[in-house]
């Protein structure tokens, strides 16, 4: 999970939103502060907003959060 996460920044910071689009399933559901986006659809419209509106980007993650579904099948992440 933390090099699903460090390959989201790449991408992201990158603006690869093909590469960016490899790390959410297809029915992956994504929280963040401008809402709640179901499907890689939805997520890609997301990101391809943010890509085209933000002139520069750098993540640097901590406080990594990973938490594993019962039959280890799905998983949550949090970080900031």
Same mark, same amino acid.
């Given at each position: 999970m933390r090099e699903v996460?460090?390959?989201y920044c790449y991408f992201y910071d990158g603006?690869? +939103?093909d590469g960016?689009?490899?790390v959410f399933?297809?029915?992956c559901t994504? @929280?963040?502060p401008r809402g709640t986006y179901v499907g890689s659809k939805a997520i890609r419209e997301n990101y391809?907003? +943010?890509?085209?509106t933000t002139r520069y980007v750098m993540h640097y993650t901590s406080? @990594?959060?990973v938490r594993l579904g019962?039959?280890?099948s799905e998983a949550w992440m949090s970080a900031y």
């Open positions: 996460l460090t390959r603006k690869d +939103l960016l689009m490899t399933a297809e029915d994504l @929280v963040n391809g907003y +943010l890509m085209a406080n @990594v959060i019962e039959d280890g």
